[in-house]
């Protein structure tokens, strides 16, 4: 099945402590990129990446590391996390927009980040 | 510079009579225009998408939408509400910057079905 995988789905943690939200699409897409949203602001694009190893800020990248060394995954890093980056994130990926073929994004299930 | 405007924050209909959720967008070049729609704790679905063919684009559910350029209009139909459309419904553009493909979110209408 064609999909976008996140993980973990749901966090609970402290100011500062380091974290990770992995994921991971099968679909053999170039372009992949982070959302994060909130209420009454919708969502909001963090980064962004066009294919391995390229990789490039959106609107919001602030407080955030991503990497792309492999094709189909794309890491979101927090840090060193603070309370204003509790939020829902969703990653998304497609093919790439330069591409002729491209058509629309395909959104992971999201995970909730609360920081204490 | 595109943006996109969801006219009614919330809208409330009862189940079996049609549902209109309004979307106007501001676009340099010719758009793709997308409605997602976002359940209660879950994530986001793909109803249906406008990429320059037909203009009376039909989704999943039951769902439509007519794309207007004149108007500059994308607004979302169904004729009749069941209870399991309650949701969060969000219209989006797809926008170039660059060589990103940025979408453009609008800030959600909130579909309550009344029994």
């Known amino acids: 099945e064609a999909q976008v995988t996140q993980n973990p789905r749901y966090l609970i943690t402290v100011t500062g402590k380091k974290l990770t939200v992995t994921c991971s699409q099968n679909?053999?897409?170039?372009?992949m990129s982070w959302y994060r949203q909130d209420p009454g602001l919708g969502l909001r694009q963090i980064y962004y990446?066009?294919?391995?190893?390229?990789?490039d800020k959106g609107d919001v990248p602030e407080g955030y590391k991503v990497s792309r060394k492999e094709k189909r995954n794309f890491p979101l890093i927090l840090e060193s996390p603070s309370p204003n980056q509790t939020s829902l994130y969703f990653c998304?990926?497609?093919?790439?927009?330069?591409?002729?073929?491209?058509?629309?994004?395909?959104f992971g299930p999201g995970t909730r980040l609360t920081v204490l | 510079a595109q943006s996109v405007t969801q006219l009614d924050s919330h809208v409330s209909v009862s189940e079996g009579t049609p549902v209109l959720l309004r979307c106007n967008y501001s676009?340099?070049?010719?758009?793709?225009l997308f409605w997602y729609v976002q359940h209660p704790n879950k994530g986001l679905q793909l109803l249906l998408k406008?990429?320059?063919?037909a203009t009376l684009v039909k989704g999943i559910n039951g769902f439509e939408a007519e794309f207007k350029k004149s108007e500059t209009s994308f607004h979302l139909t169904k004729p009749s509400a069941h209870m399991s459309d309650a949701a969060e419904y969000f219209c989006?553009?797809?926008?170039?910057?660059?060589?990103?493909?940025?979408?453009?979110w609008g800030l959600g209408t909130s579909l309550g079905v009344n029994p």
């Open positions: 998304a990926s497609s093919l790439s927009p330069t591409s002729r073929a491209y058509n629309e994004q395909f």
């Open positions: 679909m053999n897409h170039e372009y």
């Open positions: 990446s066009m294919n391995v190893e390229v990789t």
């Open positions: 676009s340099s070049y010719s758009p793709s």
């Open positions: 406008y990429t320059s063919a």
């Open positions: 989006v553009v797809s926008a170039n910057a660059g060589n990103n493909r940025k979408l453009i």
